[in-house]
């Protein structure tokens, strides 16, 4: 099988070793930096470089770039891709982006299956691709009622190859509404966290706590308000749903109510220690 790797940044860039580690595939790239593709050729990452009109060549193509960058990439060579090939991504929102090129690439023969690795650093670009940064994780595939099941068999399929641990599907919207929570909100909440004015004065005061919630803070800004933007529903759902929650805790240290806040606190205990439970039976 010819893979093609369009963009060659932190998951592209992996994408691409992880294939030339662990499988016979042969991994072609395709990035606007040519210095990127020169060092995934020395790394043996890919096998050649592709360019646009090499796109009819690939079995399967991976298209790693921003959201909107990645419709925009998909809409310009729809009529590049070879038909009956499968064309997937790995953006961290789906709605939009199956909504956008599924059905274009469809009256053109060509599969599109949505995906989003869930795996990822607090550091991007080519330079930090690591052939094992999948072992273990979470694959998500959303596809839709049209979607061809062999196309979607087979991008699990390589996923799980690759070092992946599970294969999980959900549609476009679940997936959007999940990672509003998982995902989204947790990047904006510790990139709010740190803009405390005692954020400069925390060194010799800050352990394991303060690293785990400020660690997304480091974020690539010009993506990352991509994401929100297009996720702005469900995104917005989320902020509010933990406005309400900050709301009650402020109340009762402002009342000085112990009883309350011990409530409050128990409460949010006893919900972290149900999620460990189910997420220990899968």
Known sequence: MKIGVVGLGLIGGSLCKAISKNTAYQCYGLDRDAGVMEKALCDNAICARLDASGL????????????????????????????????????????????AVSGLLAQRGVHFVGAHPMAGREFSGYDFALATLFDGASFLVTPVEETCKEAVETVGALALELGFGRVVAASPQKHDEVIAFTSQLAHVV?????????????????????????????????????????????????????????????????????????????????????????????
């Open 56 to 99: 009819c060549d690939m079995d399967l193509t991976f298209v790693c770039l921003h959201p909107t960058r990645t419709i925009d990439f998909i809409r310009a060579h729809a009529d590049a891709f070879q038909k009956g090939s499968i064309v997937s991504d790995v953006c961290g929102v789906k709605e939009a982006v199956v909504e």
């Open 190 to 282: 510790s990139n709010a966290y740190v803009k405390s004015p005692r954020l400069l004065e925390q060194s010799g005061f800050s352990a394991g706590s303060f690293q785990d919630l400020t660690r997304v803070a480091k974020l690539d800004e010009a993506l990352w308000t991509d994401l929100f933007l297009l996720n702005r529903r469900a995104l917005l759902a989320e902020v509010d749903t933990i406005l309400l929650h900050l709301a009650q805790y402020r109340d009762a240290l402002a009342k000085q109510d112990g009883e309350r806040l011990r409530a409050l606190l128990r409460d949010g205990r006893i919900l972290k220690e149900k999620s460990l439970e189910i997420k220990n039976r899968t």
